[in-house]
């Protein structure tokens, strides 16, 4: 662990919630239509999280951050020491590039079936796990089956626990979202293995941390994982809107050892924190309309069963180079939908 005066937590306090935002997902299979593979769409600038659980890594050079950075967001239900090792259920690719000043995010399924370096094939949310249990380090091995599958460099990454969202959208003192529909999920699980049922009207709503991360995770619409991806982006936009125009940072700075203390375990990054304060800064300075979001969705993919019975997605080579190369190209086409 980091330690840090309040004023430097503080700000790393509020730069993990944009991540833990987007790291609330649901972990039921893909089952609804999804979105075209690329939406671009005006997004918050991101914000990188901090380092509480780090790993050892080389000290970046003066030009290390000249050149495009990417940093791979993993979202899991782990519930700390001691608990058994879930597979992860987000999977985020983000690519800054600074000198072009925009930003790439791309969303992986989590059902993806493909190889994993030292293990064979499976799917690709079991590479941190699998990282773990084998000694190549959970972070390590996710970035490298994530890198092998897209055809680019994954150099750092991020895991996120759902127990941090809760923790960092109550520190803002929740959200506002205009709920779009009335959504009704009796079988919303808790946290052990029975049901939290959910219920939530349409209107303008103010959610606390756990009611915002069941809005996130939910599937129970008509929309299934389309209604949830846009969800996940409104309270995105809403967080961080709530965290801008109220100029919320002195409160944090004021609650920052307690905040911190609770998200100790909640977090693991092989960054440091000088290096994230800088990926930070730079994705800061981005405007919102070059930022494009993304997903390897069913155009890229196909459902296919395993010999074991399991429900997996098959990766459409062709359809995900192209995707790639059209993400990834400098400089691409940003087009607003609004």
């Given at each position: 662990?980091?330690?840090?005066?309040?004023?430097?937590?503080?700000?790393?306090?509020?730069?993990?919630?944009?991540?833990?935002?987007?790291?609330?997902?649901?972990?039921?299979?893909?089952?609804?239509?999804?979105?075209?593979?690329i939406?671009?769409?005006?997004?918050?600038?991101?914000?990188?999280?901090?380092?509480?659980?780090?790993q050892?890594?080389?000290?970046?050079?003066?030009q290390?951050?000249?050149?495009?950075?990417?940093?791979?967001?993993?979202?899991?239900?782990?519930?700390?020491?001691?608990?058994?090792?879930?597979?992860?259920?987000?999977?985020m690719?983000?690519?800054?590039?600074?000198?072009?000043?925009?930003?790439?995010?791309?969303?992986?399924?989590?059902?993806?079936?493909?190889?994993?370096?030292?293990?064979?094939?499976?799917?690709?949310?079991?590479?941190?796990?699998?990282?773990?249990?084998?000694?190549?380090g959970?972070?390590?091995?996710?970035?490298?089956?994530?890198s092998?599958?897209?055809?680019?460099?994954?150099?750092?990454?991020?895991?996120?626990?759902?127990?941090?969202?809760?923790?960092l959208?109550?520190?803002?003192?929740?959200?506002?979202?205009?709920?779009?529909?009335?959504?009704?999920?009796?079988?919303?699980?808790?946290s052990?293995?029975?049901?939290?049922?959910?219920?939530?009207?349409?209107?303008?709503?103010?959610?606390?941390?756990?009611?915002?991360?069941?809005?996130?995770?939910?599937?129970?619409?008509?929309?299934?994982?389309?209604?949830?991806?846009?969800?996940?982006?409104?309270?995105?936009?809403?967080?961080?809107?709530?965290?801008?125009?109220?100029?919320?940072?002195?409160?944090?700075?004021?609650?920052?050892?307690?905040?911190?203390?609770?998200?100790?375990?909640?977090?693991?990054?092989?960054?440091?924190?000088?290096?994230?304060?800088?990926?930070?800064?730079?994705a800061?300075?981005?405007?919102?309309?070059?930022?494009?979001?993304?997903?390897?969705?069913?155009?890229?993919?196909h459902?296919?069963?395993?010999?074991?019975?399991?429900?997996?997605?098959?990766?459409?080579?062709?359809?995900?180079?192209?995707?790639?190369?059209?993400?990834?190209?400098?400089?691409?086409?940003?087009?607003?939908?609004?």
């Amino acid at each position: 662990m980091i330690r840090s005066g309040p004023l430097e937590s503080a700000k790393v306090i509020a730069t993990l919630l944009t991540l833990c935002v987007l790291a609330a997902c649901s972990t039921a299979r893909q089952a609804m239509p999804v979105p075209p593979p690329i939406r671009i769409t005006p997004t918050p600038t991101f914000v990188l999280a901090a380092s509480i659980k780090t790993q050892p890594t080389p000290v970046p050079t003066p030009q290390a951050h000249s050149k495009p950075v990417t940093l791979l967001l993993l979202g899991v239900d782990w519930r700390g020491p001691g608990s058994e090792l879930q597979n992860t259920d987000t999977l985020m690719l983000f690519y800054l590039d600074q000198e072009a000043r925009r930003i790439v995010i791309l969303s992986i399924p989590r059902d993806l079936y493909v190889d994993i370096p030292g293990h064979g094939q499976g799917r690709i949310n079991t590479a941190y796990a699998l990282g773990e249990r084998d000694g190549t380090g959970g972070l390590a091995l996710a970035c490298q089956t994530v890198s092998a599958t897209l055809g680019i460099p994954v150099q750092h990454a991020v895991l996120v626990d759902f127990n941090a969202f809760i923790t960092l959208v109550d520190a803002i003192g929740g959200v506002e979202v205009d709920v779009p529909y009335p959504i009704a999920d009796p079988h919303y699980p808790d946290s052990g293995t029975g049901y939290d049922p959910f219920y939530l009207p349409a209107g303008k709503q103010h959610l606390d941390g756990a009611t915002a991360l069941k809005y996130a995770r939910t599937r129970a619409t008509s929309g299934g994982d389309f209604d949830r991806t846009a969800r996940q982006r409104q309270l995105v936009l809403a967080a961080r809107d709530r965290v801008l125009q109220l100029d919320l940072l002195p409160s944090l700075i004021n609650r920052a050892p307690q905040i911190w203390s609770t998200l100790n375990n909640a977090v693991e990054t092989n960054l440091p924190l000088a290096e994230l304060a800088e990926l930070a800064t730079a994705a800061a300075q981005v405007p919102s309309d070059r930022i494009t979001s993304a997903a390897i969705d069913q155009s890229c993919t196909h459902v296919w069963i395993t010999p074991d019975g399991a429900h997996v997605l098959l990766p459409d080579r062709e359809a995900i180079r192209i995707l790639v190369n059209h993400l990834f190209a400098t400089p691409p086409a940003f087009v607003s939908t609004e």
